[in-house]
DNA sequence: CGCCAGGTTGATTTCGCTCAAGCAATGTGG
DNA sequence: CCACATTGCTTGAGCGAAATCAACCTGGCG
């Protein structure tokens, strides 16, 4: 499937200024780049390759310089759920990196990705020389802890055409576009199995409820592009979920 | 209710080598820990109240020094979930306080407790010049994030049943006794309502899946104490969560 | 061309929720 | 010390949302 060690493709140092003002990175001192620089491996993945199994060990960090991965848990049964997707400028496995555990889900690179890897010990050796940017992935960590819970809550409470409502409006930000004459669409690069997984729902059901908002004229489906229609009702009845 | 603003109770300092050692305040030095000790507020708690709300701002962090808290999300239709509980050792707070949100959860004693406060100043100061404080937070937060990423996976994906056979065995582990004779039983300080909001269910539910295992023979009831019979076959039906 | 993964659709089942009534334990005031 | 309210737990009946099972369709690809 893939090489299991990431060797660099030798195109440049990733840590440019351009993408390190948007992440945690842009509190590190040019010397300290400079160890970041010297120490990254940088390499692309195609669809479908695993960049790290759960249960791993974890051995660094990724940053996601373009594509899209997904984070995903698997039972033993099968069961599995997507934790969340990495775009552009995400870090990969920082959380079991810094909880020093394995790795608790798989990554899965769904769009040709190019990826960075920092190994842990220069990780390390960057938190305890500058603070600051530990302090920069403390609230960054708190943060994603707190929308996770968030997550839970939801999935708890709330029925699923209601999550299914949630998710599109949360992959507009990503995937929305307005055509000239104002539709908004979204383009999916997920199947709609990785849908369900996200929201903990089967395939069928999505399929389903989606049809059923299609059906109340909310949305149109064509292939795996979702046209928005009536933006204001899905948000309304985000709001009103009193179902 | 309560007081507001918890106010002293000068029963001397809190933070003495004995509870310090348990926590991540085990990094401070001599002279940060005079200044820790300076600057917390130690007072005790009835059961029922409030220590803070959901959407409160967050001024600060909690310790508990002993007795039971329970921290609770709460939506606008009245639906509730127990997001944890904290124990002696515990931090309340410090997640929306590193994150510089507000909180968003309801923190009410269960237990009647002792809480030790520590204004974000001061707990900002602390964590500025000691870097390794920061690092144990970091670890320490980054670790509850994947608990609650667990947790989360659980409920969408395991049978009541099974929910409730885990939440049993993670309680054993602070509520647990064995008796002379060798019988594991678990008295839980919580009400079975609140049994239900830590695994998202309806307490009808509970108290009928309670039934349902006790006649199984694997656990007997009696008031809000739980005889664990058959451990093994608790632990099995985990392990092979078909359902 | 045939295969196959993914998506749709329908029929059926099941799990857990809602609603509602009854009950035991606890507290409260007369 | 006893009627009474209150609170939390149990139990039952019925319902509904979503899962499961299964058949069929579709489009892409070797």
């Not at 984070?71 to 049964?77: A, G, L």
């Not at 707190?146 to 999550?163: P, V």
């Not at 409502?165 to 576009?177: E, F």
């Amino acid at each position: 499937m893939n090489d299991e060690r990431p060797e660099n493709d030798a195109t440049g140092p990733c840590l440019d200024a351009r993408h390190r003002t948007k992440t945690e990175w842009d509190a590190l001192t040019p010397a300290e780049i400079e160890i970041f620089n010297r120490n990254v491996v940088c390499r692309t993945y195609d669809a479908g390759s695993i960049i790290f199994m759960q249960g791993d060990p974890c051995k660094g960090l990724y940053l996601v310089e373009r594509g899209l991965v997904a984070v995903r848990k698997i039972d033993e049964m099968g069961q599995s759920a997507i934790v969340r997707l990495a775009h552009q400028g995400d870090s990969l496995g920082y959380r079991p990196l810094l909880a020093k555990e394995n790795h608790r889900a798989t990554a899965k690179v769904i769009k040709d990705a190019r990826i960075c890897f920092v190994n842990a010990s220069t990780t390390r050796l960057l938190l305890v020389s500058n603070p600051r940017l530990g302090m920069k992935f403390l609230e960054h960590t708190a943060q994603a802890f707190g929308e996770a819970e968030e997550r839970m809550f939801q999935i708890a409470a709330l029925s699923l055409r209601t999550r299914i409502i949630h998710l599109l409006i949360l992959l507009l930000d990503h995937y929305g576009k307005t055509a000239s004459d104002g539709t908004l669409s979204l383009d999916l690069p997920l199947a709609w199995r990785d849908l369900a997984d996200m929201i903990g729902a089967r395939p069928e059901s999505v399929s389903r409820i989606l049809r059923e908002i299609k059906d109340d004229g909310l949305i149109n489906l064509s292939g795996s592009t979702v046209r928005i229609d009536r933006f204001d009702r899905l948000v309304d009845e985000l709001h009103n979920n009193l179902n």
